[in-house]
C-alpha cells in the first residue's frame, strides 16, 4: 500500500510539474536546494523498494541500488530539486523495470564520475536500443515498436522528462547503446557544488 | 463451465479475480495476458467455448521476451487501445465462440467506442472499471447463471434523460451494478446521418425503459405560474416507450419539484429520493420484469 501510495504521490507530483511546464520552461528551477548525495542514495533506494513491490517481485526481477562512491562521498553536495530528480530516477526505473526480460537484473548504480559529477546509472536486461534508437528518444512522445507492443499505456515522455529534469540541474542523460552482454544503460550525470564557492 | 480472463495487469487480474472467488464454485478459469498470446491460443479457447470472457481492452501485444513477434502492421496502426476488441471481434466472428458472453472491462470511456461495440452484437457488455470489483463479480455472477445461447440484448436498459447530467450518471451507474447496460442516446453514434428519431428506434429494441424526469424546463397553460417541468424530448421519448414496449415495462424515476405529466396512468412514477429509496423500488421493478437482477445487489 505504501508503494501505491507513493506512486500516486508521484503521479500527482509529475502532472503538477507538466503543467507547470506547459506554461514556462521553467521544470525543475523553482524548487531547488542544495541535497547531500547520502539523501540521494536513500531516495533511489526507497525507489527500488517501490518498484520491487509494485512489479519487480511479480516478474522475478532484481532490482538493487549499489553505491559505488564510498563513505567520502556521503556529504558531497549538490544543488537539486528533489522532486524532479527523484522523477527522473523513477521515470528511468519504471523504463528498466517494464522493457525488462523476466527473471533478469535492474541495477540503480550510484557513482562518481571522472569529471567529479554524480552519476545515477540505471542498467538492464530487456529490449535493446540503438544508436538510431538514442536518437529517436530526443523527441517528446517516441517510442520504438518493440516498446509500443510490450506495453499498452506508454506516452513516451519518461526520457524526455528525465533530459529536461537532468539539464534543468546543469546535468545531462546519458543513454549507452545496448551492449553484447544485453545490457542497456541509462545514466543521469549531475554537477556537484563546488565546496570552494 | 469456463470463465477466460483476457488482463494484461497481473494485478488487476488477481484482484478481479478475489472479488469474483464466491462466484466460481464450479468454474474453470483462465487467464491470459497479451494479444498474442490470446492469438496463438485462439484454436484451444473456441474448442473449449468459455460461458464468460472477461476482456480488458487495453492489452499489450506481448511480453518483452529475446523472441518476442512484433505485431503486424494493421495491428500496429490500430495500437494498444483496440486489443480487447480485436479479441472479442474474433470471438463473436468464430461459430464456436459466437454465444460466449463477453464482458469488456476497460477504464477507457464507453462512449469513444460505441460504434465498436454496436458492430460486436449483443452478446457483448461494457463494464467501465471500478476500484472494487463489485459490479463486475455481480455481472458475472449474472451472466453464469444464464442458459448457454441466451442473448444479452435483454439485459439492456434504455435511459431516457434530460439535462440532468448527474442523475443520468446516477442512474446509469446504478443500472451496471444490477448487471445491466444502459443504453444513453447521447452516447450512441453521431455518425451514419441518423436523425434522432432514427438513432432512438435503432437503440429501441429493450424490455424497460426508465425515463428520468427532471426539472430542466419551465412551462404552464397560458396565463398560469410557470411549473419546472422535463424537457419535451423526455416526454415525448416517455410516450415513445410507452407504445413501443408497453407502459409496465417504462419506470419513470421524477424528482420532487418536476410536474408529472397528465394522462399517462400505468406507468410507474417513482419519486427519485436523495435517500436513494428509488434505487430497491426500480431494481424490484426491473426484476419483476423479467431481468435477472439479485436484490441482494442493491442492498
Redo the contacts between chains.
Keep these: 500500500m505504501e508503494a501505491i501510495s507513493a506512486t500516486c504521490t508521484r503521479i500527482e507530483q509529475l502532472i503538477y510539474r507538466y503543467l507547470l511546464y506547459s506554461s514556462s520552461t521553467n521544470f525543475a528551477g523553482a524548487s531547488k536546494r542544495v541535497v547531500r548525495a547520502s539523501d540521494i542514495i536513500r531516495s533511489l533506494e526507497r525507489i527500488a523498494a517501490d518498484f520491487r513491490v509494485l512489479s519487480g517481485l ?1 516478474r522475478g526481477l532484481e532490482i538493487d541500488v549499489n553505491d559505488r562512491t564510498g563513505p567520502d562521498l556521503r556529504d558531497a553536495e549538490l544543488s537539486a530539486d528533489e522532486v524532479a530528480l527523484e522523477q527522473a530516477v523513477f521515470n528511468l526505473v519504471d523504463n528498466a523495470v ?5 527473471d533478469s537484473k535492474v541495477g540503480i548504480f550510484f557513482e562518481l564520475s571522472p569529471e567529479r559529477e554524480i552519476v545515477i546509472r540505471v542498467t538492464n536486461t ?2 535493446a536500443m540503438t544508436t538510431q534508437d538514442i536518437e529517436a528518444s530526443q523527441e517528446r512522445g517516441w517510442r520504438s ?2 516498446a ?6 506508454g506516452q513516451g515522455i519518461g526520457l524526455w522528462i528525465a533530459r529536461l529534469a537532468a539539464s534543468a540541474h546543469g546535468g545531462q542523460l546519458k543513454i549507452s547503446p545496448t551492449d553484447l552482454e544485453g545490457v542497456t544503460s541509462v545514466a543521469l550525470l549531475l554537477p556537484l557544488v563546488d565546496p570552494q564557492q | 463451465m469456463k470463465l477466460l480472463i483476457v488482463e494484461d495487469d497481473t494485478y488487476q487480474a488477481r484482484w478481479a479475480l478475489s472479488s469474483l472467488s464466491g462466484e466460481l464454485a464450479g468454474v474453470t478459469v483462465q487467464t491470459i495476458s497479451t494479444e498474442y498470446t490470446f492469438r496463438s491460443e485462439f484454436e484451444k479457447i473456441a474448442a473449449e467455448c468459455p460461458q464468460v470472457v472477461i476482456i480488458d481492452i487495453m492489452l499489450r501485444w506481448t511480453e518483452p521476451t529475446r523472441d518476442m513477434v512484433l505485431p503486424p502492421p494493421e495491428i500496429r496502426r490500430e495500437g494498444a487501445m483496440k486489443a480487447g476488441l480485436r479479441c472479442a471481434k474474433m470471438l463473436t466472428q468464430d461459430q464456436r465462440t459466437k454465444g460466449c458472453f463477453i464482458l469488456l472491462y476497460s477504464v477507457l470511456d464507453r462512449s469513444s467506442m460505441v460504434d465498436d461495440l454496436r458492430a460486436l452484437g449483443p452478446n457483448v457488455l461494457f463494464l467501465q472499471k471500478s476500484v472494487d470489483h463489485d459490479a463486475l463479480a455481480k455481472t458475472v455472477r449474472f451472466l453464469l447463471q444464464l442458459p448457454a445461447g441466451t442473448s444479452l440484448g435483454n439485459a439492456k436498459v434504455f435511459v431516457v434523460h434530460g439535462r440532468d447530467g448527474e442523475s443520468r450518471e446516477t442512474v446509469a451507474r446504478f443500472l451496471q451494478r444490477l448487471g445491466l447496460e444502459p443504453i444513453l442516446l447521447f452516447e450512441q453514434s453521431r455518425g451514419g446521418g441518423l436523425t434522432v428519431i432514427e438513432k432512438l428506434e435503432s437503440h429501441a429494441d429493450v424490455p424497460c425503459a426508465v425515463v428520468l424526469l427532471t426539472p430542466d424546463d419551465s412551462g404552464a397553460l397560458k396565463g398560469d405560474i410557470l411549473k419546472s417541468r422535463a424537457r419535451q424530448n423526455v416526454i415525448f421519448e416517455l410516450g415513445y416507450f410507452v407504445g413501443k414496449i408497453g407502459r409496465k415495462n417504462v419506470y419513470a424515476l421524477y424528482k420532487d419539484e418536476v410536474e408529472l405529466p397528465s394522462d399517462y396512468h400505468g406507468v410507474l412514477y417513482i419519486r427519485f429520493d436523495s435517500e436513494g429509496a428509488w434505487r430497491l423500488q426500480l431494481a424490484g421493478q426491473l426484476k419483476a420484469a423479467g431481468l435477472p437482477i439479485d436484490l441482494n445487489s442493491v442492498l
Excluded at chain 1, 517494464?98 to 523476466?102: H, I, P, V
Aim: charged content about 20%; cysteine-free; glycine content about 6%.
Design positions: 511479480e517494464k522493457y525488462s526480460f523476466r530487456g529490449l515498436a518493440a509500443a507492443a510490450t506495453v499498452a499505456s
